[in-house]
DNA sequence: CCTTGAAGCTCTAGTTACTAGAGACATTAG
DNA sequence: CTAATGTCTCTAGTAACTAGAGCTTCAAGG
């Protein structure tokens, strides 16, 4: 059995982040040490380490939820862990476009200083007057995670 | 003079968004009309459009409330405005490269699946074991826009 | 056995950039 | 004049944590 600290270590995740994965029920309550702390089992690791892993690949905690839930009924087809993921693709290929725009537009603004003042400095005119830009990097906003 | 609707729709802002930014200092108190209602003008608009452009490419709030600062000041040396957004364009090819890893990694945990049932599937499975991924892609977690 | 320092506990509140909703007042078109 | 739309203030909610206060428990050294 693990305390939370040294989970925490082994999973890579803070300690209090933990807890908060067990308040919003995406972990579930641990067990208890007479001394009322938390204790933790080699399952419990694997979990921690999935809920880790799905998040560093930008998976919302709800996708996570879906996921975790999926796992734990065997007997299902696994089409409904292949939707998320692919919806996460999706998600993250939506963004690679839009940054890498964002980042031919932030070139391009940096470009047309020549490194005066600011009154006529174009990086501040090119910030101020979308027109002027090359691309158009006009989306609707998405929260955004990575 | 616009009231706050029209500003909007001309900057592409929200109503509340415009209210939020008063609140937060980032927009002046604007003028009120007999009725209590904001009252623009055009150069209220192009403050708007501004931060809704630098939005747009991704700049945080804090660094516009900088770059509106800066322009305010026409005297200055453009460099601190070049910095912000020699930074900015850092932050998104950080953000790119870490996306384009991603990506990859998705893809690959797809290619696994051979369309059975979750007992066997391979998608969880790789989402549960960081060791089976082909890259290293754990970064410190930074808090994400766009 | 006792002490001390690290690690654990609960609870509240703060972060970013908004968004949603309630209930009241203002303005405008027909 | 009325009805519909727009605007007002205020509070609270979102995602995914993070920070801090004030307390208790544990493990190791003397």
């Known amino acids: 059995m693990l305390t939370i600290g040294k989970l925490g270590a082994s999973a890579g995740v803070k300690v209090p982040t933990i807890r908060y994965y067990e308040q919003i029920g995406l972990l579930p309550e641990a067990e208890r040490s007479a001394g009322n702390q938390r204790l933790y089992s080699q399952k419990a690791l694997e979990r921690l380490a999935f809920i880790r892993h799905a998040r560093d690949l930008g998976f919302t905690l709800e996708a996570i939820r ?10 299902q087809p696994c089409a409904a862990a292949d939707a998320i993921v692919i919806a996460q693709l999706a998600e993250v290929e939506s963004r690679l476009a839009r940054l890498g725009a964002l980042k031919v537009e932030l070139q391009r603004i940096l470009t047309q200083c020549a490194g005066g003042k600011i009154a006529n400095c174009r990086v501040i005119e090119a ?4 027109s002027l ?5 006009r989306y609707p906003d998405l929260g955004a995670t990575i």
């Open 127 to 130: 910030l101020g007057d979308h």
């Open 66 to 75: 879906d996921l975790l839930s999926l796992s734990d009924q065997p007997d």
């Open 133 to 137: 830009c090359a691309t158009d990097h």
